[in-house]
């Protein structure tokens, strides 16, 4: 999900180094994970089938924040707008939708009066109706138990509906293993900070800055909802023997939130017949839970955002999208690199993309080659740079359809690269190509191009610049 930067090739170096992956005797039959701490303390993986990294070792949440997030200037968004469509290409461990879902959540849901309202929950436990209202501090409130977190159960007395913005994500991925643990990944370097990491400890501590510090983790009540929401659009998650055991696994333990994997284990014990041992447990799962709703009202207000819309499908984003109605606000394309993922960013791809964008709709992508620009161009969107104000530099691409909201234009010396072999851009006419294949014919039309070579055009500009700057 990177460009092939010096720095990321050596990250990428570093840490198939660190993990002895080429060496790796690895069961092909289990699913492994390659995971580690990033700068900011949140997980990154790294994949050594596509044989690269799913997120940037500079921060995995950070990365999030700063390029897909923040970009898409949500606050704006719902300054004017109460329904949002957001589309999550490439969800992976879903840190882009626990991202917008967390800052929505902090900055959106808490800040107006949709949380501040203490209105009435209802909620039928065992065919018991009790009123208990989110103020934990009002003495008729009658305490909340561990159902008042299941959706189908909740319901609101008071309409509020047109307080609360409808929001509806679908979020896309091939890996079914990935998006169904990523509920469960922890943030925050507070954890990191708790268990020092036992693996390869010194080499991947090299890797991280010394002086970074958590600015952001995702709350837990995110990673409930999201659990829930996953269980309700895939109810075979609470059967899947593989994630039972990549829970289970010691390996992989520091990765994962233990409170979400007791939450998960209450849950299946749900649909199983109940042993006097699992009515044991879910019984003290429901006192923990129980303690736990009283100290955090914040987990309750938190459950109001339930009602979102989210659809997890399993399944390249092509065939996904090709029988999709939707149109979307946002996009978030999170791909792997284009060289190791080009069906997703070819000319064709964005233009299915751009039949799926609303009029005022933004998608945000990590990505600044100048082929990916050129795409988007050609596939009829105006694009512009992400500017990341804190680091100085351009971080990604948004394309539009509205061009009033783009920011920060692309400059001549970027416009003049697209022209450049670096421009030309991948082919899948029928979207149904392999990435073999599209690298394949994307090489040759390079080859075979009579259009001047980036490094060429970059010498030449260079060249420019000292020329007007001593012509001066
Ligand atoms: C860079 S990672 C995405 C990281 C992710 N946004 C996260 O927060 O963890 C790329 C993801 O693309 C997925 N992927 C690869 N090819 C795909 C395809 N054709 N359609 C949908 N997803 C695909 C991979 O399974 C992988 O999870």
Redesign the pocket.
Known sequence: ?HLHTKAYLKSIKIYKKINNIKNASYNTNMYELYPYFTNDGSVG?F?PD?D????STYG?LTE?YEKFILPADFEKYFSNHNKIKIL???????????SFLNYFYEKIFCKNDIAKNNYIETIDTNNNTYNATLDTDNKNSKNLDHEHLDSEKLSTENDNSNLKPEIYIKA????KT??FL?PFIVTGKRFWRREKIKFQQEKIEKMLKKNSAPKIWINDEINIILLLKIIENHPEILEDTEITRLLASSKYSRYFSGYMRRYFAFKKTKICKYTPLKLLSAYLHNIYYRYISKRQKKALNALKLLDFNFDLKI??????LLTDNNIYNFV?L???TPAK?P??WTVDFLRLLYSHLDVDGMILTYSNAANIRSAFLEAGFYVGKIYNAQAGKFTGTIAVKNKSLIKNELSEYDLGLLKTKAGIFYRDENLTGL?EAIVAAHKKEVETSTRISSSKFIKQWKKNIVVKTIGR
């Open positions: 999900m993986l994949s596509a690269d990294i799913y997120h995995a999030a999550d290409i490439c969800f992976g461990i879903g840190y882009n939708t626990k896309i991925d091939t890996d990935l998006a990523s399944d390249d984003a092509r065939k996904v978030f999170d791909a792997f993922c069906c997703l990435n």
